[in-house]
């Protein structure tokens, strides 16, 4: 069917293209750089760890700039001293136009963190042309390379900040010189190829195991150089924090090795490899079932649901023993109140209470007897 398209339609498009275009004349300078940031995520590896360093470090590079322009605020990093690094300041004069040195000062250090932070992305000459342009439409040289903060130049102290979280960076754990990879960390399974069935290359069940793909694509679409993804920041408990606390903190050894573990929830549930029974079975039963109800959900069938911990549903007796999670969720109770009422239930107290591996789901349905039981222990301990 061919579309007509109305001069009132046409006028009110072009209309709505141009607000939206003064609306994003109207964001502020951190809004615009908040966006190119996210941008630049969206084109890189997929590593949440990875980006919420990065974005708390350039939310402390901002702040800073438009702190010390001000009377009362605190820097968090400029002149100061953090977790044993130190950025030495000597104060700037205060400008004529302090929201234009602002201003200027952000854009100069989110533009230097960002060039560091993703220079080995995939995404690297798209997220280097944004930020080069935005900065171009802003009016500022790129070319600037100045640290001499002395001169007042707003530009020159953005230049600073941007290379004290820089250097802050290259010492704060994350081992970001390494391409954040792990130092010690190895996993004690082999990895396991997809293309074959059975629990290969399993030491432990209770422990984690590689995944070794044909071919691995990343959640951002990138194409992974190997095809066994490592495990993604075992050793993240070394990196500096924000918000977390030392009393919070637990330290775990391992073969020489410190793992620190913040807020740690204690040990996940675990599969007797010796024996049959007890709460293995629970254990199996738990697997089915995220797997029978997995197979419930459907794209096609319109329905959203909330997964969030503060949604946890609308039934007012919930499980809190193993029997009563049976209960809960037996065939009976499935068809008589139906499914989409306790599609919350299912999420908040089973997924998150059965957090385990892909590895133990295949040596869970293997007879005992068949799988190596050497130095079976937590993660960490």
């Not at 280097?128 to 102290?157: E, H, K, R």
């Not at 069935?197 to 399993?202: E, M």
């Not at 999420?347 to 068949?370: H, K, M, N, Q, R």
């Amino acid at each position: 069917m061919k579309k007509i398209i109305t001069p009132q339609l046409f006028f009110s498009t072009i209309f709505l293209f141009l607000f939206s275009l003064a609306g994003y004349s109207q964001q502020s300078v951190a809004r615009k750089w908040n966006e190119e940031m996210l941008n630049a995520i969206r084109t890189d590896f997929a590593r949440p760890t990875v980006h919420a360093r990065n974005l708390f470090h350039t939310s402390m590079a901002m702040y800073d700039a438009w702190a010390v322009y001000d009377d009362e605020a605190q820097t968090f990093l400029l002149g100061k001293t953090v977790a044993g690094f130190s950025c030495p300041f000597s104060g700037i004069t205060k400008p004529a136009d302090i929201e234009a040195a602002r201003e200027e000062a952000m854009s100069y250090a989110m533009y230097r963190i960002m060039i560091q932070r993703f220079k080995f992305s995939p995404g690297k000459t798209i997220i280097q042309s944004n930020i080069d342009n935005l900065m171009a439409s802003l009016g500022y040289d790129i070319n600037f390379t100045s640290i001499d903060y002395s001169t007042g130049s707003p530009a020159a102290l953005g230049n600073y900040i941007g290379k004290c979280v820089i250097d802050f960076g290259l010492q704060d754990g994350s081992n970001e010189a390494g391409v954040y990879a792990n130092k010690y960390y190895k996993p004690v399974n082999d990895p396991l190829p997809l293309k074959i069935y059975g629990p290969t290359g399993i030491k432990d069940p209770n422990r984690w195991q590689p995944l070794a793909f044909t071919v691995f694509i990343d959640q951002n679409g990138n194409v992974i150089p190997t095809n066994t993804p490592a495990f993604l920041s075992a050793e993240w408990g070394n990196v500096v924090p924000y918000s977390l606390k030392a009393s919070d903190l637990n330290v775990f050894q391992r073969d020489g090795h410190d793992y620190k573990v913040y807020n740690d929830p204690g040990a996940p549930p675990y599969l007797d490899t010796t024996m049959v029974g007890g709460l293995s079975e629970e254990y199996k039963w738990s697997f089915s079932l995220v797997s029978s109800w997995g197979g419930l959900l459907d794209p096609k069938d319109g329905v959203m649901w909330d997964i969030s911990p503060a949604s946890i549903g609308n039934n007012q007796s919930l499980p809190t023993t193993i029997q009563e999670f049976h209960d809960f969720y037996n065939e009976k109770y499935r068809l008589n109140k139906g499914v989409t009422k306790i599609w919350i239930e299912f999420a908040y107290y089973v997924i998150s209470f059965f957090i385990i591996s892909f590895s133990a789901l295949l040596c869970a349905f293997t007879d005992p007897g068949e799988i190596p039981n050497d130095n079976v222990h937590s993660i960490f301990k």
